[in-house]
């Protein structure tokens, strides 16, 4: 059964249903009403780059090697000096680099594909790409460094059109296709912006003629096309610098792109803006766990709490399935076995939940499905296992996010968080499903059953088929 997977990329499921019940989006709203559009909730971070690793290999992405946009290397052996990683730029081939090994991705497993734009291609074959080469490196950094933001609808225009064009020639088991125009917009004008929904009109031109393609071949009952997204997007409307922010409370400290110090004692990565992680005693070559840094680096983390701009801050444990969850509102602690979450209130209730006792993966998503933290249990406890996240991962208050510099064009929206509006996406299909989708990492599990392929027994997402 073919499957072609195009990533929206950036739009909310309130943005795209407000379309489709105003008729912007015809063949969308066909597929809606044949197969049915719903809401999932994606990964932490909720930022393009880690967010497409459910897509193509059904996993959380930090347990995958990706723990978000920017990251930094404290054992020393992965990256070379700053040893910090940021996979905006010229480093953002290294995805193929940096992704566990042992765990394959959908273009490994089968051969018979087509992308554009997939951000993560381990895998490929060559001349399976569309959006890629010199020529498209160098139109792409103009735009970017330009910020001529319209030029990126240009560039969905372009891409897509090929993308089409040798899907309907080639007709490969195994298609993905990401439009960024309506992340591009929504952060230079805001999610709601007239922008927005010109992007939207170019995901839906590309549908259109995909169906018409499969049913002019007699193959759209067998074909499966899903439109969904990695992340929504919330108004800002203030910026701290979180780098900015450490230093001026006296610490030597490293961040992306032109921040170093001799002999640094904090490392600041934020991602999307909306999330950062935060190391300290980079002396260490191995994170320790907050039981054993409270005693020095407790002053940081109320520092850091009294900032108007942060929510929640996350603090592994040195037991990898143990995190607290630390905020104005109190404290609370995430502990999970693997099958089991639990979720214990110690001081207030961060998370609004009440005690939670022994939920499995669906019961933690139900739960909190509706909450201003979705899916929160499994996303906090996936971030805080993984020893490439910091010490200190930090969600960002509404209305705020991390960085204040360095971005060609203001964000009036921002992403990253664990709140609702960045975590909640939509899944549109053009079949109806057999069991409700709940997360981003079940398109990967659905694609390998549709594919007929047999994926490793760790997958993180589970078939809606």
Known sequence: MPVVILVADGVR?????????????????????????????????????????????????????????????????????????????????????????????????????????????????????????????????????????????????????????????????????????????????????EAVREALTIVDAAAARIRAAAEAAGRWAETHLWIVSDHGHEPVTAHEDLSRVVRALGYRTVAHPFEWSAAPQVAVMVSGNAMAHVYVDLAQRSRSGWESLAGRWGPLLDQLLARPSVDLVLLPQHDAHDVTIASRRGTGRIRTDGSHWWYTPQRGDPLGLGPVVAVSADEAHALTSMTDYPDVLLQATSIAASPRSGDLILSSAPGWDFRARWEPIPHVSSHGSLRASHMRVPLLVNHPVARLPRRTTDIGATAAECLGIRPPSDLDGVSWR
């Not at 193509?56 to 052996?77: E, F, I, K, N, Q």
């Not at 910090?84 to 089968?110: C, I, K, M, N, Q």
């Open 13 to 193: 499921p309130d943005t795209l249903r407000s379309l489709l019940d105003a008729e912007a989006l015809p063949a969308l709203a066909r597929m809606r009403d044949e197969g049915g559009l719903h809401d999932i909730t994606t990964v932490f971070p909720s930022v393009t780059g880690p967010a497409y690793t459910p897509f193509v290999m059904g996993r959380h992405p930090a347990t995958v090697g990706l723990p978000a946009l920017r990251w930094y290397d404290r054992s020393r052996r992965d990256l070379r000096w700053p040893y910090a990683r940021s996979y905006v730029g010229l480093e953002f081939s290294r995805f193929a680099d940096d992704v566990d090994r042992d765990a394959p991705t959908l273009w490994e497993l089968e051969p018979d594909h087509l992308a554009a734009l997939p951000v993560i291609g381990r895998g490929l074959r060559p001349g399976r790409e569309e959006g890629r080469g010199l020529g498209f490196s160098l139109r792409a950094a103009v735009t970017h460094v330009r910020g001529h933001v319209r030029g990126w609808l240009d560039i969905d225009r372009s891409v897509g059109d090929a993308f089409v064009r040798r899907w309907i020639a080639e007709r490969p088991r195994f298609a993905l296709g990401a439009f960024t125009g309506v992340d591009k917009t929504s952060h230079a004008y805001g999610h709601g912006s």
